[in-house]
């Protein structure tokens, strides 16, 4: 069981930029694709970004592309959602998750998830 802890969260304006990180607790990381999800009040969860075992390829969610960059350190066990131009709508829960099968863009396919951290985008 892998366990997933997110940080680097919180309150910023519109246009500043945050770093989140995903910690794993086990060092079968590295062989996992790894995906970000974020969830706003009242809607479903939905894909933000995607990062093979290795590094490379990434994928990005169109509202997200240019702005947001996924990257990973598999020997810290560690990955990485950095966040440029922060728009108000980017404000959600955001979710770090790891082992997807079958598929990267849907929630359900992803069997590891972290617990969430808060980012508030103020206008």
């Known amino acids: 069981q892998v366990q997933l802890v997110e940080s680097g969260g919180g309150l910023v304006q519109a246009g500043d930029s945050l770093r989140l990180s995903c910690k794993a607790s086990e060092r079968t990381f590295s062989m996992y694709a790894l995906g970000w999800f974020r969830q706003a009040p009242g809607k479903e969860r939905e894909f933000v970004a995607h990062?093979?075992?290795?590094?490379?390829?990434?994928t990005y969610a169109d509202s997200v592309k240019g702005r947001f960059t996924i990257s990973r350190a598999n020997a810290e066990n560690t990955a990485y959602l950095q966040m440029n131009i922060l728009k108000p709508e980017d404000t959600a829960v955001y979710y770090c998750?790891?082992?997807?099968?079958?598929?990267?863009?849907?929630?359900?396919?992803?069997?590891?998830w972290g617990q969430g951290t808060q980012v508030t985008v103020s206008s």
């Open positions: 990062i093979s075992a290795p590094g490379s390829p990434t």
């Open positions: 998750a790891l082992y997807p099968r079958g598929g990267i863009y849907e929630a359900s396919r992803y069997r590891y």
